[in-house]
């Protein structure tokens, strides 16, 4: 199987970003989705996850109130909505089936700077 988050850029302190994660090679909507995010030095950081048909989406302390996660089983893609990001944000952004890190695919990287 295969996942492939897009989406990351540059945004300043304050500013949005949409991550998108393209899932393929198994029936997404009968899998937990999650993001992780990692910054350079430092251990993988679960961001949150969301169930199977989109319902209760729980999300990491640090995120909470500012990233909102959802889902689009009929495309097959799982996305993270960033708001308010800090420069605290910036990492490397995976999506993950279940909460299995080793799952990940392609992350995307996201640089939160002035």
């Known amino acids: 199987f295969q996942l492939q988050a897009s989406g990351g850029g540059l945004v300043q302190p304050g500013g949005s970003l949409t991550l998108s994660c393209a899932a393929s090679g198994f029936v997404f909507s009968d899998y937990t989705m999650s993001w992780f995010r990692q910054a350079p030095g430092e251990k993988p950081e679960w961001v949150s996850s969301?169930?199977?048909?989109?319902?209760?989406?729980i999300s990491a302390d640090s995120v909470k109130g500012r990233f909102t996660t959802s889902r689009d089983n009929a495309k097959n893609t799982l996305y993270l909505q960033m708001d308010s990001l800090k420069p605290e944000d910036t990492a490397v952004y995976y999506c993950?089936?279940?909460?299995?890190?080793?799952?990940r695919g392609q992350g995307t990287q996201v640089t939160v700077s002035s």
């Open positions: 993950t089936r279940q909460s299995d890190y080793a799952s």
């Open positions: 969301i169930g199977r048909s989109g319902g209760s989406p």
